[in-house]
């Protein structure tokens, strides 16, 4: 695994050109939006937008689940996202028949964990906001996922997030590192969350990434770990603990596992793993080979372990997996430095504020 890591970062020393050709391109494109020569449109809506600077992993859905179990509870709420992998295209609104072939496996978790909200996708977000209010017209704010480059649309209150292991301040435009658009881009966000950090983080740790990161004056910024539930069976639900005597297989197609495999190897007596792309659409090829791997593990304290994420791509067979021990790690955010407070009452100001700008009262 060393070798390939090794590998794969001198190969892409060689597409420095690319990476060159494609920062202009984003430089231009900046260049015309912040002088107003392509226009965004602002909707007469409260819009948080949720994203990155980079591909990859940085915990763009923990933090819309965040979003969506906090506000909703005080307003009629809508996520909208791309619903990447999906197959089908164009504008789709979640319904209780809906599955992730439809929406998408981000979508899908959304649809899941807060069924009375509305969950709309597409790729074109422009059209997409109209038709969801034209859909949904009690809808009185819309959280935008994976929406922070895409400046055709003007949210009015922009999060950023950076993964603690690869903060956009070490990174290069694709393909030699990672980022979609340029490191300057970070200004347009009112806060900056680093995520995945270690759960001990110091605050001289901190600090020194706040120095990094080299703050305006409008921006606050947040640390947040991943916080690991008790696992729940795929299908029925019902719960059990994860403990030094269990043996794991874990199925797995997200774009960093890396703090997913550290918490297992600690928590568990021994695991192997199937790692997939990530977005893997799961065929019964792949069950079987889950099989294969499963009946080599020689005890009777063993489990099949997979994400939220890709729960919602297996539930499809349920009938071949409702009576396996087949169990879902659920993940959920952790402010640091008891931050938690202090981001939920900057993140309820926002449309609480918008609405009594427009003489209106409609907090619940």
């Known amino acids: 695994m060393l070798f390939k890591n090794v590998y794969l970062r001198s190969f892409r020393l060689f597409l420095f050109p690319l990476s060159l050709l494609y920062g202009g391109i984003l430089m231009l494109k900046n260049y015309l939006y912040d002088k107003k ?11 948080i937008g949720v994203g990155n600077l980079s591909i990859g992993g940085t915990g763009k859905s923990p933090m819309v689940d965040y979003l969506a179990g906090l506000l909703k509870s005080h307003f009629p709420i809508a996520t909208l996202s791309r619903g990447y992998r999906r197959r089908t ?3 789709v609104l979640a319904n209780e028949l809906s599955t992730s072939i439809e929406i998408g496996d981000e979508p899908m978790q959304f649809h899941l964990s807060h069924p009375e909200i509305a969950v709309a996708v597409g790729e074109k977000r422009i059209e997409a906001v109209p038709q969801l209010l034209y859909d949904r017209p009690d809808t009185k704010l819309i959280i935008l996922d994976d929406a922070f480059q895409h400046r055709e649309i003007k949210a009015g209150l922009d999060i950023l997030l950076t993964d603690y292991s690869n903060l956009y301040t070490r990174d290069f435009f694709l393909p030699t590192g990672d980022l979609r658009d340029q490191k300057s881009s970070a200004h347009q966000a009112k806060i900056i969350v680093v995520t995945k950090c270690p759960p001990l983080l110091t605050h001289e740790e901190a600090l ?17 770990s991943i916080e690991y539930g008790d696992p729940y069976h795929i299908i029925t639900k019902e719960k059990r603990q994860l403990t030094k005597q269990d043996e794991v297989l874990l199925i797995c197609g997200i774009a960093n596992p890396e703090p997913l495999t550290n918490y297992i190897h600690e928590i568990s007596k021994t695991y192997d793993a199937i790692f997939y792309r990530d977005h893997h659409i799961y065929n019964i090829d792949d069950l079987s080979d889950m099989k294969m791997r499963f009946d080599l593990i020689h005890s009777e304290e063993k489990m099949y372990l997979t994400t939220d994420k890709d729960a919602v791509r297996l539930v499809k067979f349920k009938d071949r997996i409702m009576n396996l021990p087949f169990y879902v790690l659920p993940i959920s955010l952790k402010f640091l430095f008891n931050q938690k407070e202090v981001f939920d009452q900057l993140i309820l100001q926002y449309p609480i504020s918008f609405y009594q700008n ?6 619940q």
């Open 208 to 224: 020194a990434i706040k120095n990094e990161l080299n703050l305006l004056p409008h921006q606050q910024l947040f640390f947040t």
């Open 37 to 47: 020569i392509i226009e965004s449109i602002e909707f007469n809506i409260p819009i």
């Open 89 to 91: 295209s164009g504008y």
């Open 358 to 363: 427009i003489g209106s009262d409609i907090v």
